[in-house]
């Protein structure tokens, strides 16, 4: 999985949406790879945008295609970009569905995406397009939440990854942990991990202090093992953590307190109500919009192959 390939980064060309471009574009230089700008638009979009003379854009009701061509022009220009091998693929939909469509079909082996990180209202009013994003998407994606800690650095035409602390919130699920193990040991990351004890087993001990309380240390003693073993297979040094109360409090406090450059956590996915597309558990949903780091959301049914380093052919436009 690590180092990533194929990076696909899909923007709406806002300042915030290019908060993630540099560690898009990090990521693929170091995987010695590609960067795929995806921009999903409401309406059809010609598929020689980019080499139309300025003339056929100037009938009424194209000033849309002038604007979207300018912004592509411009993001291409970005020195994050110096060197780096690019593709640019517009297509028309919805963006979550065609952002995991496109994400498939090109093999990409992480999205990246900035989140507004929205709460209460605001999120119920607006939703998060990034948190559909990471609940559709077939591959890990980096979720980045300006302003947060940063851990890459550009310079001229030089960008590095500082990754000096990892923390790993666990839930003992092989294809998170694999992908932890494999950025702490490629980076020379320190390699945190976190089990949290969810705050209903301590609720259970008190309502049922006899059975309740046995409940609460056999999970204190299958953590503990779990953790002992985890560290032990590693095959990298691993500082454990276990703690008790609600999941994304702990996980987001470890984080804070000890200035962690990435959480890497596994996705849980819940099925949408009306029959919608499938949303993010509230765990990491909370992670992701308190995180003080960027976080690695990692699907639990990622199947741990190599991409292929390049794509022969990749998605029309439409």
Not at 6 to 26: C, E, I, Q, W
Not at 58 to 79: M, T, V
Not at 104 to 121: E, F, M, P, Q, S
Request: charged share 25%; hydrophobic share 40%.
């Amino acid at each position: 999985m690590y180092p990533f390939r194929n990076v696909l980064f899909p923007t709406d060309f806002s300042p915030h949406a290019r908060a993630a471009l540099k560690y898009a574009a990090a990521f693929a230089r170091q995987g010695d790879g590609r960067l795929i700008i995806l921009s999903v638009q409401e309406g059809s979009v010609p598929t020689n945008l980019l080499s139309l003379p300025e003339r056929a854009l100037e009938e009424e009701g194209k000033e849309w295609l002038k604007a979207l061509r300018r912004n592509i022009q411009s993001l291409l220009a970005d020195p994050l970009l110096q060197g780096l091998e690019t593709d640019t693929i517009i297509v028309e939909g919805d963006p979550a569905t065609e952002i995991a469509r496109a994400a498939r079909d090109l093999h990409a082996g992480l999205i990246t995406v900035a989140t507004h990180g929205r709460k209460g209202l605001a999120r119920v009013l607006f939703g998060s397009t990034a948190e559909e994003i990471i609940a559709e998407a077939p591959c890990p994606v980096l979720s980045v939440r300006p302003p947060q800690h940063d851990f890459v650095e550009h310079k001229g035409s030089h960008t590095e990854i500082h990754l000096n602390r990892i923390l790993l919130a666990t839930d003992f699920r092989p294809v998170t942990e694999a992908a932890a193990r494999q950025m702490a040991r490629r980076t020379g990351a320190e390699l945190h991990a976190i089990y949290v004890i969810g705050d209903i087993v301590d609720q259970l001990a008190e309502l049922l202090p006899d059975s309740g309380t046995q409940t609460l240390r056999d999970l204190r003693a299958f953590a503990q093992e779990r953790m002992r073993r985890f560290a032990r297979d590693a095959g990298t040094p691993v500082t454990p953590h276990i703690a008790e109360g609600r999941p994304y409090e702990e996980i987001v406090r470890l984080a804070m307190e000890n200035d962690f450059d990435l959480i890497v956590a596994g996705t849980s996915v819940r099925p949408s109500l009306f029959g919608g597309a499938p949303a993010l558990g509230q765990e990491i949903e909370r992670i992701v919009r308190n995180a003080p780091c960027p976080v690695l959301c990692v699907p639990s049914g990622l199947v741990m192959t190599p991409a292929p380093a390049h794509i022969s052919d990749p998605v029309p436009q439409t």
